[in-house]
T-cell receptor
Framework: DTGVSQDPRHKITKRGQNVTFRCDPI?????LYWYRQTLGQGPEFLTY????????KSRLLSDRFSAERPKGSFSTLEIQRTEQGDSAMYLC????????????????FGPGTRLTVL | SQQGEEDPQALSIQEGENATMNCSYK?????LQWYRQNSGRGLVHLIL?????REKHSGRLRVTLDTSKKSSSLLITASRAADTASYFC???????????FGTGTRLQVFP
């Protein structure tokens, strides 16, 4: 297994356009996370899935953002009507939750998708 | 919002020297993790320390955790130019599975 992959690696778009990013997690991982990182800052949590269920969403995830994980494998993150403030690196991570009592699993990150909104 | 803050924000050292980075956080945690990020790349997991642990080692890395002070430190011994990167601590607040990252320390190791 080659780890978490994300596509595309770079995306340049004009303000007002819609964009969609894809994340393929490590194959046996049941949890998938999306984070956003702006220049000079640490990543900020957006949302996460356990299998196909979206369990938590940050208030950073406005109505223009939607994430799906339809079959519990890959996930997509769509941004509608992009704004310049959406320019950032979008990071995906996955982990394997085996037991309910394990509070946190190691999250493995993909290379990210860098979005530039002109 | 960021949970933690790393200190210093930037650190420059010579190869062979040790590098120490500190992280402070605000709320009670289950675990604390350290990640490395090369410029423009994704994050690489370095080490996880649980709230009931005080120290952990992995190769040239040594992590300590002081839950009473809500702080952690990452020590990289015998640094190499390849260690040049940004280092982030990440915590999970109790009753949540998301990671909350600090602002990072940018480490530059000169050959």
């Amino acid at each position: 297994d080659t780890g978490v992959s994300q596509d595309p690696r770079h995306k340049i778009t004009k303000r007002g356009q819609n964009v969609t990013f894809r994340c393929d997690p490590i194959s046996e991982h049941n949890r998938l996370y999306w984070y956003r990182q702006t220049l000079g800052q640490g990543p900020e949590f957006l949302t996460y899935f356990q299998n196909e269920a979206q369990l938590e969403k940050s208030r950073l995830l406005s109505d223009r953002f939607s994430a799906e994980r339809p079959k519990g494998s890959f996930s997509t993150l769509e941004i509608q009507r992009t704004e310049q403030g959406d320019s950032a690196m979008y990071l995906c991570a996955s982990s394997l939750r085996i037991l309910a009592e394990i509070s946190t699993d190691t999250q493995y990150f993909g290379p990210g998708t860098r979005l530039t909104v002109l | 919002s960021q949970q933690g803050e790393e200190d210093p924000q930037a650190l420059s050292i010579q190869e062979g020297e040790n590098a120490t980075m500190n992280c402070s956080y605000k709320t009670s945690i289950n675990n604390l993790q350290w990640y490395r990020q090369n410029s423009g790349r994704g994050l690489v997991h370095l080490i996880l320390i649980r709230s009931n642990e005080r120290e952990k080692h992995s190769g040239r890395l040594r992590v300590t955790l002081d839950t009473s002070k809500k702080s952690s430190s990452l020590l990289i011994t015998a640094s190499r130019a390849a260690d040049t990167a940004s280092y982030f601590c990440a915590t999970d607040a109790q009753n949540t599975d998301k990671l909350i990252f600090g602002t990072g320390t940018r480490l530059q190791v000169f050959p």
